[in-house]
């Protein structure tokens, strides 16, 4: 009753920011309040604003974590350590056999099984799309091992979600190199198709989760002028909207050899973990990415104290909401928050499973498989877009309420959450 009553009560766009919000178990269950609402939750105008509104505040966050099985914990419980992580057992198929997450993306997911099989699925709509499949093959060397690397990102050019199939072909795993392809996907176009190849082949070790600026990157070994015994690691970007290459310059390095190189995602920005041999390690962010300013800087350092193995891994997460702390992934046993103002670790969290292959960030969003471009909903004086342009819709909305020269107007900002928090509470527990 109090849900079919508001639409009369507040002008639409006041609505149409208070439903903007809110979670989407809730959004999915305000679709039977009226027509109006139905049509303005699947509007694309309506999901790339709820989109846009989460990416900006982080929340509607969550963690997805596997191994055998896949576990989901919500980024603001990260720290209950009351609060183990939940089995997600409503995905297109049981995490067994194999089976792995490759990435996501405005809250779609790729994954796929040991056997090949890829999804595109939405864990908050619980829909998915099965990709086709199109096999790798080197019937000149059917027995060859193969070391396979994805990556999964929204193409903004192409307003298009793409699948990058990187497939490198070995004698045997530790073997010397035969060949290497490289397939993208188009959401799009439901079809497969082979990419244009650099001209060194990638190192696949270390290349996780490595999407940033829309391209995926990876480090690629060459021999050096000098020798050609030595050898030597390139950064390669892939463009997954142009599909062309170029070569992103390595951060300045502190003294001493190197034991690794790892590639990350960290805060939409790419992340470089240096491991050297003398067991410590720094991570870098590249700022600016693909500007003429583009530049690494260094965030994390952490000693060999931390790390009881030698051969340890540091792949970065996330930011806290606050931007002060970054969430790390130590040795895919634990996680940790390193303090970026008092430069330490804290907070450390063990894992509830016997190991962890990876850990990756996902938001709760609204997106299908065949939205299109955004168009303005018919709603008057309310716009989709910028920073800028939210500012402009919040003067709006304020003096809105000046004019309607109402009390119950008279705090804009508190009633509109006041009124989530009240959608939120009716939606969970009305069912």
């Given at each position: 009753?109090i849900l ?28 039977c309040?009226s ?13 790339k604003?709820?989109?846009n ?22 980024f ?8 183990p992580p939940?089995i997600?057992?409503y ?13 996501t ?7 796929s099984t ?24 080197m ?11 994805y ?9 298009d979600y ?7 072909f ?9 060949n ?6 188009s959401l ?5 198709h ?9 190192n696949s070790?270390?290349?996780r ?5 829309g391209?995926?990157?990876?480090i690629s ?5 000098e ?13 997954m ?6 070569i992103i310059?390595h ?14 995602t960290l805060?939409?920005?790419l992340?470089?973990s ?11 962010v590249?700022?600016e ?13 952490l ?6 193995d030698?051969f ?20 895919f046993?634990?996680?940790?928050w ?10 450390i ?10 850990v ?13 471009e955004?168009?303005?909903?018919p ?22 309420a000046?004019?309607?020269?109402n ?13 989530a ?11």
């Amino acid at each position: 009753m109090i849900l079919s009553m508001m639409s009369p009560l507040l002008p639409d766009e006041i609505v149409t920011d208070i439903l903007s919000r809110l979670p989407v178990k809730c959004l999915l269950r305000s679709r039977c309040v009226s027509k109006f609402w139905l049509a303005l939750i699947t509007s694309p105008y309506f999901i790339k604003l709820h989109l846009n509104r989460s990416v900006q505040t982080k929340d509607n966050l969550s963690l997805f974590m596997w191994d055998e099985y896949l576990y989901r914990l919500n980024f603001d419980f990260i720290d209950d350590h009351d609060l183990p992580p939940t089995i997600v057992d409503y995905s297109p198929f049981r995490f067994k056999d194999g089976s792995i997450l490759h990435g996501t993306s405005n809250g779609l997911v790729c994954m796929s099984t040991s056997m090949g099989i890829f999804y595109i699925w939405n864990p908050s709509t619980r829909k998915s799309k099965q990709l086709p499949f199109s096999p790798l093959r080197m019937t000149e060397h059917p027995d060859i091992f193969q070391e396979h690397t994805y990556g999964f990102s929204y193409d903004i050019i192409n307003d298009d979600y793409k699948v990058v199939r990187l497939v490198v072909f070995k004698t045997d795993v530790n073997g010397d190199f035969i060949n290497f392809e490289i397939e993208v996907y188009s959401l799009k176009t439901n079809l497969w198709h082979k990419a244009e190849k650099f001209r060194h082949y990638p190192n696949s070790c270390g290349t996780r989760d490595s999407i940033a600026g829309g391209a995926m990157h990876w480090i690629s070994t060459v021999p050096t002028v000098e020798s050609e015994s030595e050898s030597k690691s390139l950064i390669v970007a892939f463009d997954m909207g142009t599909e062309k290459y170029r070569i992103i310059p390595h951060p300045k390095y502190n003294p001493g050899p190197l034991f690794c190189l790892c590639l990350n995602t960290l805060g939409g920005c790419l992340s470089l973990s240096c491991h050297y041999c003398s067991m410590n390690v720094d991570v870098y962010v590249l700022k600016e990415y693909g500007g003429k300013n583009e530049y690494w800087t260094k965030i994390i350092s952490l000693p060999p104290a931390y790390f009881s193995d030698p051969f340890h891994i540091v792949k970065t997460i996330a930011y806290s909401k606050c931007g002060k702390k970054v969430l790390l992934n130590i040795d895919f046993e634990c996680l940790v928050w390193y303090n970026l103002e008092q430069q330490a670790l804290e907070g450390i969290r063990e894992h509830d499973t016997d190991q962890l292959f990876e850990v990756v960030t996902c938001l709760e969003s609204l997106v299908s498989f065949n939205v299109p471009e955004a168009e303005k909903f018919p709603i008057k004086g309310f716009q989709v877009g910028s920073r800028d342009e939210e500012m402009e819709v919040d003067c709006k909305m304020t003096a809105l309420a000046m004019n309607l020269g109402n009390v119950r107007y008279g705090n804009l900002r508190a009633q509109v959450m006041a009124l989530a928090f009240r959608i939120c509470e009716i939606c969970f527990f009305t069912i």
